[in-house]
Nanobody, 129 residues
């Protein structure tokens, strides 16, 4: 059984940083596409940072490029989302997710997670101005 356990998040002021973690079990990281998604209040879910099954470059949503960094620690089966220079519009619930099929990083984020079955529990990020 695939499990994704998230940690991190919280409430910060604009300009501050947070790091989210997502530790997986029950699967082999190298065999899955992995992504971070978020859903802001009254908005649809969007892909924030994604790494396709074929690996290659991480895709970042244009609104977070240069501020967010996706990284992984394969030995710990953990991926991270370092979020710097946070803005109020980054306020959302953040989720990690994995998919055994999606090959490219762009596709995983562009699909906004629809069709993905395995998700973390979500963590709230609140950024005040």
């Amino acid at each position: 059984e695939i499990q994704l356990v998230q940690s991190g998040g919280g409430s910060v002021q604009a300009g501050e940083s947070l790091r989210l973690s997502c530790q997986g079990s029950g699967f082999t990281f190298d065999d899955y596409a992995i992504g971070w998604f978020r859903r802001a209040p009254y908005q649809t879910r969007e892909g924030v940072a994604c790494l396709g099954k074929s690996r290659g470059q991480v895709y970042y949503h244009p609104s977070v490029r240069g501020r967010f960094t996706f990284s992984s620690d394969d030995a710990r089966n953990t991926v991270y989302l370092q979020m710097d220079n946070l803005k109020p519009e980054d306020t959302a619930e953040y989720f990690c997710a994995v998919d055994p099929v999606v090959l490219t990083s762009v596709a995983l984020c562009a699909n906004k997670g629809y069709g993905v079955d395995d998700w973390g529990e979500g963590t709230l990020v609140s950024v005040s101005s």
